[in-house]
């Protein structure tokens, strides 16, 4: 169990520092590598207990988003955009894109 100074973080200390970063980063932007976030649902998904082919699949389609957003805009309309192409006959790509 984490521990502060003042003995064990309450939920009420840790919403408390949430709040606190969360002001202090207000005005800031973050910037967010697209790759840390494939990596991480990458990850989550393989623990899942996916197929190897599956899991190939998602790493090609991935790159294409990362290549194109190597860090993950603030604005979902631009990834909407993006995403828009992949709408192809059979509706496939639509398909995995929904699944993701």
């Not at 408390?16 to 207000?26: K, L, N, S």
């Not at 309309?77 to 699944?99: A, E, M, N, P, W």
Request: zero cysteines; proline letters at 3%.
């Amino acid at each position: 169990m984490a521990t502060g100074s003042a003995g064990p973080l309450s939920v009420k200390r840790i919403k408390e520092a949430v709040r606190q970063v969360m002001t202090e980063t207000e005005n800031t932007e973050i910037s967010i590598l697209t790759n840390d976030v494939i990596e991480s649902f990458l990850r989550h998904k393989n623990h899942s207990g996916i197929t190897e082919d599956s899991l190939k699949m998602y790493q090609k389609r991935l790159a294409q988003f990362i290549q194109r957003f190597p860090i993950l805009p603030h604005e979902t309309d631009v990834v909407i955009v993006y995403l828009s192409q992949f709408d192809g006959g059979t509706g496939r790509y639509k398909r995995v894109i929904t699944r993701i």
